[in-house]
């Protein structure tokens, strides 16, 4: 497990957000890593690590998760926000270009920013979401986020988390089940085992059409001719086989990677991706600024 320190900067309606800042050589490219719904900073550890030395990496904690504070507003819970956010957290860290890798919700963040931002997203990696999302996904994730759960042992949250992502992880064993539960969950004050999201980030993604932004092609056109990287998971119930080639046929740089026997979301550690992510971070290494 690599070091990192823990860096802080506020929001325009100020919260006191929470990124992991992993080191790097000063001359690369830093990379900006941005979870699922209700994931956080720790979900990039492994990547981060085998990053870490050489490039920057930053592991994000959107509002309302991990270390960052939760939001006075829970309608504040939405893409477009995330994504301000995040333009803050670069302006804090004079960061002018990066590569952005953009988990689920992450990915919808990073084709948000990429408008926000013109030219600045060097190259990115969209792990399984593109700009239409599989309806049978969303109503599995609208069943499940923003419910309590509260276990006594990690070993009770690992074996839960396993009968829930059965589907998704087919071969794991329980060691890769506890350590999930272990980027899930935290410990609370009372020695109990609970979720480390507020659960109102649920009450702005119950309304169809908060899930994304108003018009998600125009937004991945924004990209531009940056390089990008498609994972999908074979098992995905969130991005179909057919999106994921039209995304790819749409982008001037864009390469799909399908994992076969993963469901949503692969973690990036799988071996059959190592090697797209370092084509990815050389591509965009070599490629000219644009406006």
């Not at 209700?38 to 030395?53: H, I, Q, S, V």
């Not at 919700?105 to 990115?124: D, K």
């Not at 507020?198 to 119950?206: S, T």
């Not at 990677?257 to 084509?279: F, K, M, Y």
Request: charged fraction near 20%.
């Amino acid at each position: 497990m690599a070091a990192w320190q823990d860096i802080y900067w506020w929001s325009n309606d100020g919260l006191r957000l929470h990124a992991r800042d992993y080191p790097g050589a000063p001359g690369a490219l830093p990379v900006l890593c941005l979870p699922g719904l209700t994931r956080n900073a720790r979900d990039y550890d492994a990547l981060a690590t085998r990053l870490a030395g050489r490039r920057r990496v930053l592991a994000i904690d959107l509002r309302g998760r991990g270390e960052s504070a939760y939001a006075k507003d829970p309608m504040s819970y939405v893409p477009l926000t995330y994504a301000q956010d995040i333009a803050g957290l670069m302006a804090d860290q004079k960061i002018d270009r990066f590569v952005a890798v953009g988990t689920s919700l992450g990915g919808i963040v990073t084709m948000l920013l990429a408008g926000m931002l013109p030219g600045r997203i060097a190259g990115a990696l969209l792990n399984d979401v593109g700009p239409e999302i599989n309806p049978a996904g969303l109503a599995r994730i609208r069943g499940y986020v923003g419910k309590s759960s509260v276990y006594p042992t990690w070993m009770h949250a690992a074996r839960a988390v396993s009968e829930a992502n059965a589907d998704a992880y087919p071969d794991w064993r329980i060691e890769q089940w506890l350590a999930m539960a272990k980027r899930l969950y935290r410990l609370n004050t009372q020695g109990r085992i609970v979720l480390d999201y507020d659960l109102k980030i649920a009450e702005p993604f119950r309304v169809p059409g908060n899930e994304a932004g108003p018009d998600m092609w125009r937004a991945l056109a924004t990209l531009g001719h940056a390089p990008v990287l498609v994972v999908r998971g074979g098992r995905s119930d969130i991005l179909t086989a057919a999106v994921a080639e039209r995304m790819v046929a749409a982008l001037p740089a864009g390469e799909l990677v399908t994992l076969p026997g993963v469901g949503h979301a692969p973690t990036l550690a799988e071996p059959g991706v190592q090697g797209a992510i370092d084509r990815l971070l050389a591509r965009a290494e070599a490629e000219p600024r644009r406006a």
